[in-house]
């Protein structure tokens, strides 16, 4: 089922994009639940079209600077598949530069949405690979790994394996950043690759801040343009969010 996300309201809209969006509509999403069937939850998220597919499961045990606490653990892998993107990406062997700070991003990302207190010493691992990219995967995994996230909880807590109701609140992530002067809502690959400002942002369904990633690629900018960039990511947030309860309904 494709849900078409529309455009939020009291935004001031200038241009049309690429792909013939206003700068505050989000992409075409869509999650595909249960798609790997071995997996505790699996979701295929497509935003636009860039497409992650993630992978959670369940391990026992915990790091070893936990062991002994009583409290558990969630971690994420990323990886871009080698022909994912416009030309094709070697496979990663090395765990550093680029596709380690996205997993780390996912994994501070995601632990804030359960009670890993009462995980007891299990390991949780999302694993997000990315099938195609088009710009915002790492916002992807984080909105699309959280349904897989909330849907394994949900069948592991039927089966009596993990306690009911480990979710502490939703969370989801999307992009914004200024292209030719103008704040755009989940930059696809074209408007990301020429953008003065780029931001990624997580945020709770209360709308506070788990994580901003953001710099100045080309200039400085005022705070008043990251106040807005903040104001419309609020937006398209809420609106994903909303898309993930009626994924998982």
Known sequence: ????????????????????????ELRPVRFLLDYVE????????????????????????????????????????????????????PREVARGGRAQEIRRFIGRSLRMAVDLERLGERTLILDCDVIQADGG?????????????????????????????????????????????????????????????DLNVVMTEGGHIVEIQGTAERAPFPRAVLDEMLDLAQQGIARLLALQREALS
């Open 137 to 197: 995967t790492r916002t992807a995994a984080v909105t699309g790994g959280y349904v897989a996230l909330a849907l394994a909880l949900r069948h592991l807590g039927r089966e009596g394996i993990l306690p009911p109701d480990l979710i502490r609140f939703p969370v989801a992530a999307v992009s914004v950043g200024v292209v030719g002067g103008e704040v755009r809502l989940d930059l696809c690959y074209e408007e990301d690759s020429e953008a003065e400002v």
């Open 38 to 89: 071995h997996a505790e939850g699996s979701v295929l998220v497509e935003m636009g079209r860039t497409r992650v597919l993630c992978n959670l499961t369940l391990q026992e045990g915990v790091p070893a600077w936990l062991v002994g606490s009583g409290r558990g653990w969630l971690t994420a892998e990323y990886a871009l598949l080698p022909r994912s993107t416009h030309t094709r990406t």
């Open 1 to 24: 089922m494709w849900y078409n996300p529309g455009r939020m309201e009291g935004h001031n809209l200038l241009s049309l994009r690429p792909d013939g969006r206003q700068p505050d």
